[in-house]
């Protein structure tokens, strides 16, 4: 099942994608990041991997993540691997960035 929700930020692209494409910043803007787990501190690299808590319905979800599709600043993907009643399930979540004027549109899908 593929969810799809979208924001309008004012700002430019160059603004709004490292609140995007660094994991670590996502605590900033989503409440449900407990933890993440990465080497870097910068936005992410094709092929990176990290490791990322979230808390959903009160329980802490652990997750192993790969970017899949890095395309500064329009597109970031990241394909989720987690245990999900003692089976591995994976979810692909992505970015896409767009300048509209001087807003940037930031469309979330989860598959």
């Given amino acids: 099942m593929t969810t799809s929700d979208s924001i309008k930020i004012s700002a430019n692209l ?3 994608w490292p609140y995007v494409a660094d994991p670590v910043g996502h605590a900033i803007w989503n409440e449900k990041v407990v ?3 990465r080497e870097a501190d910068q936005t992410v690299r094709l092929g990176e ?3 990322i ?3 959903m319905s009160g329980k802490d979800q652990e997750s192993e993540v790969e970017v899949l599709v890095c395309n500064p ?3 970031v993907q990241f394909r989720h691997q987690y245990s ?5 399930r994976y979810a692909t979540e992505i970015y896409r960035l767009k300048q509209l004027g ?3 549109e930031v469309t979330q899908e989860m598959d």
Avoid at 84 to 88: A, G, I, P
């Fill in 14 to 16: 160059e603004q709004v």
């Fill in 35 to 37: 933890e993440v787990r």
């Fill in 49 to 51: 991997r990290f490791g």
């Fill in 53 to 55: 808590t979230y808390r």
């Fill in 73 to 75: 600043p329009h597109e």
């Fill in 84 to 88: 999900w009643k003692s089976k591995y």
């Fill in 102 to 104: 001087d807003q940037v």
